[in-house]
């Protein structure tokens, strides 16, 4: 028996609604890094981390708001219709899922971006330390050489 089909796929409208939603609550940091380089009006993103995390390193352009100060510092923040984008440390770190739904039950729109502060250190997009804006190799695990594209 296979394991792959023991429970069987969800009809394609199932699925296409599933893949669709996914998309509307999640992004990732190489869209994120694209809309940042491109200055898209409107897109604001937010770093949940602790003030410790966010002086080892962040993305250049970010605000920091740990996910505890959400509720209480977001109105000063962030203007009114802005899309908000949360990033925490990376995968095994639910941070940014936690600011995402802060974020949301004070009525932003907003999505989360997945891999985090890792993926995106990783991909070799640049961070901003207290000695100024650096880049790490990009890892060929998740990412191609520069100049590359996946395709997707």
Known sequence: MSNVLSVQP???????????ARLSFETDVSDVHADLEAGVPGLVVVDSR????????HLPGAIHLPTSEVATRAADLIPGGAVVVTYCWGPGCNGS???ALEFARLGHPVKEMIGGYEYWVREGFPVLTAAGLTRRPVDALTALEAGASCGC
């Open 97 to 99: 899922t936690r600011a």
């Open 10 to 20: 969800a009809s394609p409208a199932q699925a296409a609604a599933h893949y669709a």
């Open 50 to 57: 602790s003030d410790v995390a966010w002086r080892q390193g």
